[in-house]
């Protein structure tokens, strides 16, 4: 092992990260790894840094780990380099190195003002930082916050103050907020939305000094002769890279700080690379310039990862394009906004929306513009940078610009600058065969960064030629979306109607049980009268499980998992008189299997008589709301969690969806009912019920968004109530409500528009239609039983009513009886 | 293969109107068991009920439809279309159902199945 040469990363964030991937996939065996961390805890994604305050959890921030064989130091910050030697020194020794990487990032910048000691005063850079804020700003009596700064951090942490409760301040010293990302236009167009939100906005203000004592800082004092009473400050003016090490060492540093490298990221020592914030790139300015953004980072971890295994990567000058969302306002800058040219302004003060376009004086090339309050247009623009604009400025910059633009960006153009990837890249994936946005990711990388191109990514999909169709299936060319606004605004009762007037044949395993579904929605009826028998799958057909050998399972409804030894009991019988194989469900019922056709209704006649109804376990529709024991019996419990699961599912009891629908509630933050691994779930807080939706185990594991917090059982069935219609009403076919968050434009945001907002104005029909449908709900199988024509279905043979399949078999297992193993042939050649 | 000593036996199923539009039923004719379904525009059409792939007999559950103009059941278990008429898998190669002849006589429906 000792042959094998030695790298040394020193630090641990999101580039470093990044270049130990890039290091890994050029597989360079002779070298071993080793990441001196200062952080407890590997890379996290300190872009996404205030997403922590959605459900304070900082596992999904996580990045996912080094990669295998490199030997991860945590809390072992390097203190010291000793070139001569080539060895670092960290608080457990010293480490040898043959080749040292410096990732260490940035600190935040603290203005020398008096009184910015005092308890109370934080910055905004690692979880640690947000973790004390928010234990200092939700304590008793803490009201009024102020953000020292108005760029981006500032913002961030304005929108965190809010988030905790507190009256929130943002004071920043030049003239508009943003400077270096906005002008004056785009700052107060950004200022009325920031103001919108019940943030208080000082410009042009400084900060004198801060004023307290020991229980914390009381107020701050400006330098206009004002003062404002707070009780939490956070100082977001800036970062500063991690250059400590520079001096010591004789490593050379920039004006403004960083480890000065050259365009293959060395440092004068050939031995020593700098990477990310803490490197100030000279590429013909002298000393180097430092960039405070992760794409320049990232990408000078792939110029260190190729030059350390022989390649001759260089750095090209960075694209400080930006594009976020802060405090749900859209701002983008990118190029070089304020250079000299001509400009192309537009200011739209109705809907918010402030847009400038700078091109060189000939008009021909576009060198740059901000975008506040809509940045549609920005990852076209941004891969326009320095060409020709694909269209008149005016049509790029109107809203919701369409995709026949973009697609002619020259094949150059940068589409994904977080992994640099071009439009070349993509349409060469697209012709090797790559057909939809998962694909593009795997194969190119593009969109695995910020996402912000992957819009860009579908109208390269579709100007490639892969039709994204969203027809049903052969006999309709809608999309389920169109086909459910077709029935509702038509007023379509049946199948026949639709396929006549909107499609063609006669439908198919796809299309029908999708109309099935839609119409069980609108027509609010049994599932199996008339025309709409035909169009179940067999297990609605029988209102039961099929099984592999054609028997059938049976699952009676046990809301929240609560029931009564005496309703145990009937299950017990009811299993062993019908010789059925039990077994307890993930959704806390119980699952009886190996009925024959001919025996659910004889089944369901003891069920029913006991109280029990169907648990929809065959439908594409509400399955459990699993709960844990909650306040009543638990120790930790805060609220009712039985009572509300108990009430959730009776409400949703029967509502066809277009995939299964599970939920949960848990009684408190230990979340034991597991309920954010559920299309909606519910945990419990000391003062109301938080919300989480879309999420789901499954093939791909999700966990639920946070959506509403500390809210009252009624605005949160409200809530619940609407999103499981806008659900219904909007998804694709067998698609679970975390891929329908995950495809919908605007995610989240755009939920939360629609469902709590009402900006669709859309609410009111929501919530009727699930009046309409709590106010309709029968039981499906006690309605069988009581009409002989439903019951006449449930036979083996038509011929032969009383003969049960005679190739049905079991043998016994564990006590229990399985479908036996047979050899399982398949019949091959023509009709006999 | 045609010749004088075939003979087709008929036997009874059910009514007509027993038979939903779209929808199968099974029979079972000396042991042997037949999914039996009645199309949209009326016709019969007669298959072994055994799902060749699976190995259960569910035929007679499967969604009835159309892909082109060629009539089709889905199996229910894992959704292989099949030709109504021919009884041959549209989705897996080489696989078939048998078919038997159908026919409405007055209000009942009839199929032969071969004794072996």
Known sequence: MSEKKRLVVAGYGMVAQRFLEAFAEREAPGWSVTVLAEEDRPAYDRVRLSAWFDDYDAGALHMGGAPDGVTVRLKEAVTGIDRERKVVHSPSGETPYDALVLATGSRAFVPPIAGSDLPGVFVYRTLDDLAALKDWATADGRKVGAVLGGGLLGLEAANALKLLGITTHVVEFAPRLMPLQVDEGGGAVLKRHIEALDVTVHTGRGCAGLEGDADGVRRMLFNDGGSLDVDVVVVAAGIRPRDELAEPSGLARGPRGGFTVDAACATADPAVWAIGECAALSLDEAGGVCYGLVAPGYAMAEVVADRLTGGEATMARPDTSTKLKLLGVDVASFGAPFADGLDVVVTDQVTGVYAKLLLTDDAKTLLGGILVGDASAYPTLRASLGGPLPAPPLALLAPAGDGSVKAELPGTAQVCSCHAVTKDHVTDAIAGGCTDVPGLKACTKAGTGCGSCIPLLKQLLAAGGVVQSKALCEHFTYSRQELFDIIRVRGIRSFSELVTAHGTGRGCDICKPAIASILAVTNSGYILDGEEAALQDTNDHFLANIQRDGTYSVVPRIPGGEITPEKLIVIGEVARDFGLYTKITGGQRIDLFGARVEQLPQIWHRLVDAGFESGHAYGKALRTVKSCVGETWCRYGVQDSVGLAIELELRYRGLRAPHKLKSAVSGCARECAEARSKDFGIIATEKGWNLYVAGNGGFRPRHADLFLTDVSTEELIRTIDRFLMYYIRTADRLQRTAAWLEAMEGGLDHLRAVIVDDALGLCEELDAQMARHVGSYADEWQATLQDPQRLARFVSFVNAPGTPDPDISFEVERGQKIPARGPVPVTLGGAR | ?116
Request: one cysteine or more.
């Open chain 2, 1 to 116: 293969m045609t010749t004088a000593t075939l003979t087709i036996t008929w036997t009874a199923i059910c009514s007509y109107s027993r038979l939903e539009a779209e929808r199968g039923v099974a029979a079972l004719v000396d042991g042997v068991q037949i999914a039996i379904f009645r199309t949209y525009s009326g016709e019969l059409f007669a298959i072994g009920n055994r799902d060749p792939i699976a190995g259960a007999q569910v035929m007679s559950r499967g969604i009835v439809g159309t892909r082109g103009d060629t009539p089709t059941v889905a199996s229910p278990l894992h959704k292989q279309v099949y030709d109504l008429r021919t009884g041959e898998c549209l989705d897996v190669a080489g696989v078939a159902v048998p078919t038997y002849p159908i026919r409405r006589n007055g209000d009942a429906v009839e199929v032969a199945v071969d004794k072996p």
